[in-house]
């Protein structure tokens, strides 16, 4: 009995993150946006403890590879599209996107659909056992909720509009599948050699979330890519 109810906790704490993402998902719809990153990062702690948790109770199966998947393309793939799909309704559109404004929302969708490729591949791609291959979808997540509720006012003045916020939805989700490697933040001991990297993306993290506060995340991100890209460029 104890063995049974053993195999079904790491699955269970995977369903806990697929429900964050459900409510998430209903709050960015009603443009509850800090309710929405909140249940976001809520998710992301339980993604974060079911893999550690069936790797302990040594419970790991094929069920929970594919629970993780789904639950994930909702809580950082279909939760933010969902926060972007409600600023959409709020930005300033240019007189020649009027014709079209009521349709410009559902481009936000692409970042759950380019989600779910990016995790597809991820499932699929021995390479990334200890780094990635494109963004992580959670760094997405986190990304866009950060952005939207920090950076609310800047988003719906005139000084933004539609287009930049189609061109946003478009670099963000060609990065989730983008053959760019970046680096995890897996620490295998404290060594500053094997951990260069992971520690100058920690120590520049700390000014960016003093000085920006929540949308200091965004700036993590963006810092996590250039970061990666210069890692690349000099291997």
Not at 16 to 27: D, R
Not at 149 to 162: M, P, R, T
Not at 176 to 181: D, M, R
Request: net charge positive.
């Amino acid at each position: 009995m104890a063995n049974c109810i053993t195999r079904h906790i790491p699955n269970t704490v995977t369903c806990c993150n697929l429900f964050s993402g459900c409510i998430a998902s209903v709050m960015a719809f009603k443009g509850n946006y800090e309710l929405a990153i909140t249940f976001i990062i809520i998710g992301a702690v339980f993604d974060f403890f079911d893999g550690m948790l069936a790797r302990l109770l040594k419970v790991s199966g094929p069920l929970g590879k594919e629970l993780d998947s789904l639950a994930d393309d909702i809580t950082f793939g279909f939760a933010p599209a969902a926060i972007v799909f409600s600023l959409f309704k709020e930005v300033h559109y240019p007189d020649f996107l009027l014709p079209i404004a009521e349709y410009m929302p559902y481009t936000a969708f692409l970042i759950a659909v380019f989600s779910a490729l990016r995790l597809g591949k991820f499932n699929i791609d021995p390479r990334q056992s200890s780094s990635f291959i494109g963004m992580p979808t959670p760094a997405n997540a986190l990304f866009w909720g950060s952005l939207v509720v920090g950076g609310h006012s800047f988003l719906i003045s005139d000084s933004f509009n539609a287009i930049y916020l189609f061109i946003l939805v478009l670099i963000m989700s060609l990065l989730l599948i983008a053959e760019i490697p970046m680096f995890s933040l897996k620490f295998k001991n404290l060594t500053w050699s094997q951990n260069k990297v992971s520690y100058i993306f920690l120590i520049v993290c700390i000014p960016l979330l003093l000085i920006f506060k929540i949308s200091g995340f965004a700036a993590v991100i963006i810092w996590y890519i250039i970061l990666s890209l210069l890692t690349k460029k000099r291997a």
